[in-house]
T-cell receptor
Framework: QKEVEQNSGPLSVPEGAIASLNCTYSDRGSQSFFWYRQYSGKSPELIMFIYSNGDKEDGRFTAQLNKASQYVSLLIRDSQPSDSATYLC??????????FGAGTRLFVKA | DVKVTQSSRYLVKRTGEKVFLECVQDMDHENMFWYRQDPGLGLRLIYFSYDVKMKEKGDIPEGYSVSREKKERFSLILESASTNQTSMYLCASNQEAEGNTIYFGEGSWLTVV
């Protein structure tokens, strides 16, 4: 069974701190990796994706990928209370098969 | 922007009723998906379709069927709703040429009583 594992949390950080969310995946054939944010009662929305080893930055968000360790992370700098949500990690080996993690709940304390 | 529209946001149905959940995407995506999401279980794939009239079972297809008569429309059917099908249902679409990013609809909350 191919899996994407995330710590369910909750992860609690103070406002202004860096939040670090982690994810591991089991399928070495995974090619693309995604981070989604999901507010309570809402559908997931894409934050960013990453294909290549290393870091990818988009505003306050940085995704990190290490294929050798099968590890993906998301850093949120200057965390805001509005960042409080569940963050889903996903990995895909192709157009049809995307595996989602169960999500990490993040709380940013004002 | 990609738009995936689920026409029914909140439904309450009785056990044994037939339920249709409709989904339309406006970006000409080849692939469409139906997931359900339950607390503690994450997103689970019910069915997906990679072309008109084509469908493939996902991880939890039992009790569900789907229909894709047009490229932009993918319907989920519960032939005889049961209380354990109470859940949030998410429709999604993607295109391999766009990096496989999955775009979700707003979700349909189904309660079966």
């Amino acid at each position: 069974q191919k899996e994407v594992e995330q710590n369910s949390g909750p992860l609690s950080v103070p406002e202004g701190a860096i939040a670090s969310l982690n994810c591991t995946y089991s399928d070495r054939g995974s090619q693309s990796f995604f981070w989604y944010r999901q507010y309570s009662g809402k559908s997931p929305e894409l934050i960013m994706f990453i294909y290549s080893n290393g870091d990818k930055e988009d505003g306050r968000f940085t995704a990190q990928l290490n294929k050798a360790s099968q590890y993906v992370s998301l850093l949120i700098r200057d965390s805001q209370p509005s960042d409080s949500a569940t963050y889903l990690c996903a990995a895909t080996t192709g157009g049809f098969k995307t595996i989602f993690g169960a999500g990490t709940r993040l709380f940013v304390k004002a | 922007d990609v738009k995936v529209t689920q026409s029914s946001r909140y439904l309450v149905k009785r056990t044994g009723e037939k339920v249709f959940l409709e989904c339309v995407q406006d970006m000409d995506h080849e692939n469409m998906f139906w997931y359900r999401q339950d607390p503690g279980l994450g997103l689970r794939l019910i069915y997906f379709s990679y072309d008109v009239k084509m469908k493939e079972k996902g991880d939890i297809p039992e009790g569900y069927s789907v229909s894709r008569e047009k490229k932009e429309r993918f319907s989920l059917i519960l032939e005889s709703a049961s209380t354990n099908q109470t859940s949030m249902y998410l429709c999604a679409s993607n295109q391999e040429a766009e990096g496989n990013t999955i775009y979700f609809g707003e979700g349909s909350w189904l309660t079966v009583v």
